[in-house]
T-cell receptor, first 112, second 114 residues
Framework: AQSVTQLGSHVSVSEGALVLLRCNYSSSVPPYLFWYVQYPNQGLQLLLKYTSAATLVKGINGFEAEFKKSETSFHLTKPSAHMSDAAEYFCAAEGGFQKLVFGTGTRLLVSP | ETGVTQSPTHLIKTRGQQVTLRCSSQSGHNTVSWYQQALGQGPQFIFQYYREEENGRGNFPPRFSGLQFPNYSSELNVNALELDDSALYLC?????????????FGPGTRLTVL
């Protein structure tokens, strides 16, 4: 069964610093992969998705993610953090029957 | 386009009671999935509905049931509530014709079981 691992339940950065959130998937067949963001007391908003068209995927709010099959990874990055980026980030993979399998999430803290 | 809406926003129930949560899918979407997000966890897939039929189920007991209506809106019903059912319940809609299953999530219903 598909599983998704997010390394680090909390990541702290300073405003303007690089953001790197890590995600690894388990399947030997690359699935569709997604990053979602969740602000407090809100639902999930799609940041970006990997659908095998390109290994470097650009999303909203300046985020991007690189798919690396050899590492079974799909890490999320942003060159310069902004205070408004503070939120919970979830990596997800398609787990068959159009269901999403989520990681446990990484809380991004941004300090001034 | 109208996004995914859910009602109610918050709900408090006592153990043993039954609850119904509602979801209206985004315009043009025909598939609805439900997820349970416990505090500090990622969402867990409960089940999915397509054309008013259950189309896949996660590891949840039968007391979790659902419906989908001809307008593609959906209900999640939970019977015999347990304390561990306290969670944020998320509804997501998608278009089954999409090859990569982009699901649009609603804001969720926060259920507290006392």
């Amino acid at each position: 069964a598909q599983s998704v691992t997010q390394l680090g339940s909390h990541v702290s950065v300073s405003e303007g610093a690089l953001v790197l959130l890590r995600c690894n998937y388990s399947s030997s067949v690359p699935p569709y992969l997604f990053w979602y963001v969740q602000y407090p007391n809100q639902g999930l908003q799609l940041l970006l998705k990997y659908t095998s068209a390109a290994t470097l995927v650009k999303g909203i709010n300046g985020f991007e993610a690189e798919f690396k099959k050899s590492e079974t990874s799909f890490h999320l990055t942003k060159p310069s953090a902004h205070m408004s980026d503070a939120a919970e980030y979830f990596c997800a993979a398609e787990g068959g029957f159009q269901k999403l399998v989520f990681g446990t999430g990484t809380r991004l803290l941004v300090s001034p | 386009e109208t996004g995914v809406t859910q009602s109610p926003t918050h709900l408090i129930k006592t153990r043993g009671q039954q609850v119904t949560l509602r979801c209206s899918s985004q315009s043009g979407h025909n598939t609805v999935s439900w997820y349970q997000q416990a505090l500090g966890q990622g969402p867990q897939f409960i089940f999915q509905y397509y054309r008013e039929e259950e189309n896949g189920r996660g590891n949840f007991p039968p007391r979790f049931s659902g419906l989908q209506f001809p307008n593609y809106s959906s209900e999640l019903n939970v019977n015999a509530l347990e304390l561990d059912d306290s969670a944020l319940y998320l509804c997501a809609s998608s278009n089954s014709a999409s090859s990569y299953n982009e699901q649009v999530f609603g804001p969720g219903t926060r259920l507290t079981v006392l």
